[in-house]
Structure formats: structure tokens, C-alpha cells
């Protein structure tokens, strides 16, 4: 399969691609970053792209999957319309190039509580989000609804302390639907997912992911 990446430089993303880059099921991985990944490997091929300026790089949107790991937070974003240019714009585009260039099957990472009704704004946008890939009715669409991330080395405070709170009360049996998620994991799962023939749309919320990690492809 060539699979193809966007959000490839985040957490998620960098464990995706080394996972996709081992995986004999994948022949190619096409990465579409802003800046270079500094990873060498026959099977990778990265686009460095303007996000703006879709109509510059659509046209290399083209294989048999395709992977949405992108994502900033409203503390590096600096507003909430910065950060809907990253959350929404530049992941809408993306899957409107796929789905134009004939992609079959498009994975999604949103987030849980999701709902383009929400009156909290990420909630909200992630819901939007999925609306709209939905909406571009893929052969097969999967979107993932992870909670906290348990990000490696990461520097965001807040995700640190959470991440730590949960851990602390899962010893106790307490809050165990909200474990925090290893981004590795998730990664996994993704890969999986492609793997699954299926047609429709699924999304795989929270505790389900870490199982749907271990499922073997049919």
C-alpha cells in the first residue's frame, strides 16, 4: 500500500510513520510537512508544502490511504483562528485532495467529545472537522477519538500534570476510561485500521483504542 501523512513532525505523527516505514504492508509513505523530518529511509518521501497554498501540492495526494495526524494547540497557534487554520483548514484540504485524487480510505485523528454543536470551541471544531471528512464520503473513513495523549518528552504543562492526576487515580481503579493514550498506540491502531477491509464509516473512542491496537488485520 503508499500511504500517505500529514502531521508526520507531532508525536503522533512521527510514531505513525516510523511504524508505517517497518510495516511490510506498506510500500511507499509520502509525508506532507511544513519543514524536514530528518529521517532517511527508501520507503519515505516527504513533500515540503505550503499549506496555504493547496492548489500547489494537491495533485501529489495520490495513493491507497491516507492519514490526518495534524494539530496545534491555541497556546502555540496565539488564537483561535490560528489554530482552526491548522485544526480545520489545513486538514479539510488535505482530505478534499485525497478524495479528489480517488483515495479510498482516509484516518482521522479527532479527539474525544467532538461535536460540531459543542459550545466549547476545540470541541466544536474537531466536530466540524469530522462533519466535513465525513461529509466527502470516502470509500472508507475511520476516525479516531483519543482522550489525553501520553506524549513522549513532551512540553506541554498542562497534558504533563493531567497525564499524571489519571495515572495516579488508575491505581485506584478510578477514572481507568480515561487513561491517558501512549501516542505509539495510537499510531498502532492506525495502522491497523488501514489494514481492515471494510467499507463505511467507523470511529473508535477512547479505552477501544487500546484494543483496537492489538487487533490483527483480516
Not at 482552526?84 to 474525544?112: G, H, T
Not at 461535536?115 to 471544531?125: D, G, H, L, Q, T
Not at 471528512?133 to 500534570?161: A, S, W
Not at 489519571?166 to 492506525?190: R, S
Request: proline fraction near 3%; hydrophobic fraction near 35%; aromatic fraction near 10%.
Amino acid at each position: 500500500m503508499k500511504a500517505l501523512v500529514i502531521g508526520a513532525t507531532g508525536a503522533t505523527g512521527k510514531d505513525l510513520v516510523n511504524k508505517l516505514l517497518e510495516d511490510k504492508d506498506f510500500e511507499e509513505v509520502h509525508a506532507f510537512v511544513r519543514k524536514p523530518l530528518h529521517l532517511e529511509n527508501e520507503k519515505l518521501k516527504t513533500h515540503i508544502v505550503d499549506f496555504e497554498n493547496p492548489e500547489n501540492w494537491k495533485s501529489l495526494v495520490k495513493g491507497d490511504v491516507a492519514f490526518s495526524c495534524l494539530g496545534t494547540t491555541l497556546k502555540t497557534a496565539g488564537s483561535k483562528e490560528a489554530q482552526k487554520k491548522v485544526d480545520y483548514d489545513y486538514q479539510y484540504n488535505f482530505a478534499k485532495a485525497a478524495k479528489e485524487n480517488k483515495v479510498e480510505d482516509y484516518v482521522l485523528i479527532s479527539a474525544y467529545g467532538a461535536n460540531p454543536k459543542s459550545k466549547i470551541f476545540y470541541s466544536r471544531m474537531k466536530g466540524e472537522l469530522e462533519q466535513s471528512v465525513k461529509d466527502l464520503h470516502f470509500n472508507k473513513i475511520t476516525i479516531f477519538q483519543p482522550g489525553m495523549l501520553d506524549r513522549k518528552n513532551t512540553d506541554r504543562t498542562g497534558e504533563v500534570l493531567g497525564g499524571k492526576i489519571i495515572k495516579f487515580a488508575n491505581k485506584f481503579g478510578i477514572l481507568e476510561q480515561q487513561k491517558p493514550l501512549p501516542t505509539d498506540v495510537l499510531a498502532q491502531a492506525m495502522v491497523n485500521s488501514a489494514k481492515i477491509k471494510s467499507n463505511g464509516y467507523s470511529k473508535i473512542k477512547l479505552g477501544s483504542i487500546f484494543s483496537f491496537a492489538e487487533k490483527k488485520s483480516d
